[in-house]
T-cell receptor
Framework: DTEVTQTPKHLVMGMTNKKSLKCEQH?????MYWYKQKAKKPPELMFV???????INESVPSRFSPECPNSSLLNLHLHALQPEDSALYLC???????????FGEGSWLTVV | RKEVEQDPGPFNVPEGATVAFNCTYS??????FFWYRQDCRKEPKLLMS???SGNEDGRFTAQLNRASQYISLLIRDSKLSDSATYLC????????????FGKGTLLTVNP
């Protein structure tokens, strides 16, 4: 079982809704990531947090807003999404200086 | 040249077969290399890191050729449970550990 926990596992939201995806890890990892994955495509990096500070934003539209309230938690706030934003959203974490990135099981998002 | 390129696949092999996946990367200064496995509708999971001297884990052997900027994964005596998408992953230098994924190669092992 993955040690990175994501909730909810499935989310259906309308284009005017505001929702959030949550990610939690208790491995003491200080680097955390959000990836987006569409069907039959590899994961695409969205954001990287290092020591709770945003260090990489891969030119993600502002309708996606990340937040890292503490070293164990990572949120992705969603507002005014488009149907093409429907995808699997993967959270991941890594020990700074370590080699291995651990992925959560992902949140399946459908925008209607 | 794309950052990470993999065999397009798909690969369909019988149980017990040996199958090899190849991957090339564009940034010669890349330091870290991995093979991840992703089952249908699941998250990617680390299969193996790839070391310069090559490394083996049971039926799986990974090789790195820095001169050719080439990574390979060999699966021997393939099992039905090996059916998955195999992702070649590279960590380019100076990237704050931003992984670059290949498009993945789908493997189906048939009984």
């Amino acid at each position: 079982d993955t040690e990175v926990t994501q909730t909810p596992k499935h989310l259906v939201m309308g284009m005017t809704n505001k929702k959030s995806l949550k990610c939690e890890q208790h491995m003491g990892h200080r680097a955390m990531y959000w990836y987006k994955q569409k069907a039959k495509k590899p994961p695409e990096l969205m954001f990287v947090y290092s020591y709770e500070k945003l260090s990489i934003n891969e030119s993600v539209p502002s309708r996606f807003s990340p937040e890292c309230p503490n070293s164990s938690l990572l949120n992705l706030h969603l507002h005014a999404l488009q149907p093409e934003d429907s995808a699997l959203y993967l959270c991941a974490s890594r020990q700074v200086g370590g080699n291995t990135i651990y992925f959560g099981e992902g949140s399946w998002l459908t925008v209607v | 040249r794309k950052e990470v390129e993999q065999d397009p696949g798909p690969f369909n092999v019988p149980e017990g077969a040996t199958v090899a996946f190849n991957c090339t990367y564009s940034n010669s200064a890349s330091q870290s290399f991995f093979w991840y496995r992703q089952d249908c509708r699941k998250e990617p999971k680390l299969l193996m890191s790839v070391y310069s001297s090559g490394n083996e884990d049971g039926r799986f052997t990974a090789q790195l050729n820095r001169a050719s900027q080439y990574i390979s994964l060999l699966i021997r005596d393939s099992k039905l449970s090996d059916s998955a998408t195999y992702l070649c992953v590279v960590n380019p230098p100076g990237s704050n550990y931003k992984l670059t994924f290949g498009k993945g190669t789908l493997l189906t092992v048939n009984p």
